[in-house]
T-cell receptor, first 113, second 113 residues
Framework: GAGVSQTPSNKVTEKGKYVELRCDPI?????LYWYRQSLGQGPEFLIY????????DSGLPNDRFFAVRPEGSVSTLKIQRTERGDSAVYLC???????????FGQGTRLTVV | GENVEQHPSTLSVQEGDSAVIKCTYS??????FPWYKQELGKRPQLIID?????GEKKDQRIAVTLNKTAKHFSLHITETQPEDSAVYFC????????????FGKGTKLTVNP
């Protein structure tokens, strides 16, 4: 595709449930990032992949959050035992090399009720 | 870790006036400084970026300046138009290092016709 694609665009889940958020980066981009954006705030870094490996996961808030990128393309962010405080827009971005410009997807708005 | 401060949080200008948004960063190793524009409910869109080996960059009505010594950088928009109204985010990263973008909290720019 032409840009970064994220699915679903909206997700409502009950507290305690498990959710998966998907990111399809720009074709050929080796670097992929997950960010979380709360209302009125800037994007907050979660994790960075270079290829298949997580090069920096220092932003993951706790062990309920996990992300994978098994084939170096599509990535999935997984959240276990969701809490109301997890409600936010989860943004994915990709970059050609990790040392270039990062382009964002439209985000997944997660609401935990 | 890196900390990015952004000012002002809101800015209102008349159409045709200039707008300036300022950011400071804390990590002297940061070497890449992009600016993103985010319209309500949309993805952050990269509008201009600058690397630490240059002091100024211009693209039509938008310019960015960087002062490495003082660790601050600014976005300048000239001849503002109503469609420039959005939230603008500055960010900093260490390319060749951690790669992650650390964002400011954003500036809501309103251009009044």
């Amino acid at each position: 595709g032409a840009g970064v694609s994220q699915t679903p665009s909206n997700k409502v889940t009950e507290k305690g449930k498990y959710v998966e958020l998907r990111c399809d980066p720009i074709s050929g981009h080796t670097a992929l990032y997950w960010y979380r954006q709360s209302l009125g705030q800037g994007p907050e870094f979660l994790i960075y992949f270079q290829g298949t490996g997580a090069a920096d996961d220092s932003g993951l808030p706790n062990d309920r959050f996990f992300a994978v990128r098994p084939e170096g393309s599509v990535s999935t962010l997984k959240i276990q035992r969701t809490e109301r405080g997890d409600s936010a827009v989860y943004l994915c971005a990709s970059s050609a090399t990790g040392q270039g410009r990062a382009f964002f997807g439209q985000g997944t708005r997660l609401t935990v009720v | 870790g890196e900390n990015v401060e952004q000012h002002p949080s809101t800015l209102s200008v008349q159409e045709g006036d200039s707008a300036v948004i300022k950011c400071t960063y804390s990590d002297s190793a940061s070497n890449y400084f992009p600016w993103y524009k985010q319209e309500l409910g949309k993805r952050p869109q990269l509008i201009i970026d600058i690397r630490s080996n240059v002091g100024e960059k211009k693209d039509q009505r938008i310019a960015v300046t960087l002062n490495k010594t003082a660790k601050h950088f600014s976005l300048h928009i000239t001849e503002t138009q109503p469609e420039d109204s959005a939230v603008y985010f500055c960010a900093a990263s260490t390319q060749g290092g951690s790669e992650k973008l650390v964002f400011g909290k954003g500036t809501k720019l309103t251009v009044n016709p």
